[in-house]
């Protein structure tokens, strides 16, 4: 490739905002279109006469706060526990669904469906895979979409061996279609040549609102303890539009509560993949910290922060070094703190801490703002707590005063 | 104006139809642009855009992004660059994306850099486009990120043809000078 195609396409994954900010034909009026707008929904909602903040237009699903789960603190415990599980497999003790994880569940087939299809499957195989057909429903699908076959070139059409046994039960392995040249061409479908990860990336477990998603970086063997369950995953695949099915086991994570995620290995693959929950939703900070493992876990990358000086001038500044047990004193010290999220203003200022859990093989924000909250963007799932103006702001003249500077220069324009 | 985007990809997280067709509503006009933009051809446009929706239903879960219209538009921009190099190698290029990569040559460092990450790249010029103005930043992004035409560029910021040719090649120069001085190696 030429070095000015390869800036060009590296141009492409520029920052999202910048690319927002600039898609609209009159920015600037946009802009101050929405800024009239924001001032008008603050007004709105400080007077409360809306019909119901953003929010609660989606709101997150509700999951009691387990007790900390001491199945997770039995250390590495071998796979010859398979047998005598039974005694082990509580979600926590205050699962919404009321109920401890049992034999009941290896029966609980996912139900991740495609486009077109409705919820699925007879199992038709004894196989490490079982294919079932899907059945038609009279939701339609846009066109020229689901069932298109990839074109050359996209990474949903590249071709690789596959060491699972799943790709030998699958319907066909290629088709044939037309390229906008109008020659035919023949490509191997994606479900062939693709990662198991990512022909089954997610399933549910335990209950209908707990879903997992899967992680593309195996655990290492210290990383997955105790034997939980045995589930049936379901995949889908566009293409050919059939469902699969394959089973699979549930671990413990050492240092991770189940509710937030479990290490995963699929019949016929040797390894244990990390799975993190979704519908995720700790009802405390304290939770949070020690269901996710904060303490060992937890990585701090840079720090972003705009701020205006004496002068008023608008600063862009980026930091580093922070340490974990300074995050945890300024922000973590109050492990009671409720989860707010259905309830977070707006973030005046916020400070952004980049963090990553690379066991679960996440990466996420954490956000402090002035007005005292704290947002974590973490395990696909966000959640809010107040943590004070007070701490807040401590938090954030720590940073200023002992962080070490990456850059901090006055933002011009605008 | 469409579903929230929020809503949107809370359909894809259900592998609810719906997703797609509310994509569709909402940004197939938006993808429309980036790809015949780049690509010049009313087919091979729709395909890509076709292409990205089906992109968007593989990758969401597991993803969840945050900035719906980017990442799609992300996609679709990949998606007709490839499309495009293969054109090209089928000697049916040429266009606005040729002008493009011409113009893109006055960026290129002289000096071998030590910076190859990509992410780093890009983040790199993510933070050089942060430093302009945000006419300047828009009328950039707009040139080389969404391929508009100087003939578009000048019935959306204004001013005469020689005047954003201009304010675009200082830029390309200053972009030069930023990544020769971050030591970057393209």
Known sequence: MKREERLHRLFGGIEDELIEDAAHPHATLYLWLSRIAAIAAAVVLTIGIATGPWWEQSPPPIVDDPTPDSSNTSGTSDVSQE????????????????????????????????PNTSTTQKITSHNNISKSTTKRTTRKAPQNTTQKAPTTGTAAGKSTTSKHTFSTTTKKTETEYKTSAGTTTTTTLPWSGTAIVDVFPTFHWNAPTYTYVVKKTPLSREAWGAYITDINVTGYDPVTD???????????????????????????????????????????????VTHLGFLTQLRIGNIRYDYRDAEDNLHQAEYA?????????????DSERPNVYSETPSLDNPIKVSVSLPLLDEHGTLTVSENGYLCADLVSSQNAFYIGEEAAANFIDYVQDHCTVVYDRVKTGD | MGMDDHRIVALY?????????????????????????????????????????????????????????????????????????????????????????????????????????????QETISRFLRGLSA???????????????????????????????????????ELKEFLEKENISV
């Open chain 1, 242 to 288: 059939t469902t699969h099915t394959i089973k699979a086991k549930l671990y413990y994570i050492d240092g991770t509560n189940n509710r937030a995620a479990v290490a995963i290995r699929y019949e016929g693959d040797t390894a244990y993949y990390p799975a993190v929950n979704i519908n995720y939703w700790p009802s405390t900070l304290g939770g949070m």
């Open chain 2, 135 to 173: 006419q300047h930043r828009r009328l950039f992004v707009r040139r080389y990120w969404y391929g508009d035409s100087i003939n578009d560029l000048v019935a959306t910021f204004g001013g005469s043809e020689s005047r954003i040719k201009t304010q675009l090649l200082r830029t390309r120069q």
């Open chain 2, 13 to 121: 997280w259900e592998r609810d139809p719906r997703a797609l067709a509310e994509t569709q509503q909402k940004y197939s006009g938006y993808l429309h642009r980036i790809t015949h933009n780049i690509l010049q051809n009313e087919q091979d446009a729709q395909e890509c855009v076709n292409d990205t929706y089906l992109r968007a239903w593989n990758a969401i879960p597991p993803h969840r992004p945050q900035r719906l219209c980017a990442f799609l538009g992300k996609i679709a921009r990949h998606l007709a660059l490839d499309r495009y190099t293969a054109n090209t190698a089928q000697k049916r290029g040429g266009g606005t994306t040729a002008t493009l990569l011409e113009e893109w040559r006055d960026c290129l460092p002289d000096t071998a850099g030590q910076v190859e990450d990509e992410v780093a790249i």
């Open chain 1, 83 to 114: 047998s005598t599980h039974t005694t082990q497999t509580t979600l926590g003790t205050e699962d919404t669904a009321g109920s401890h994880v049992s034999d009941d569940t290896t029966t609980t087939a996912t139900t991740t469906i495609g």
């Open chain 1, 321 to 333: 070094g922070l340490t974990y047990e300074k995050m945890a004193e300024w922000l973590f010290s």
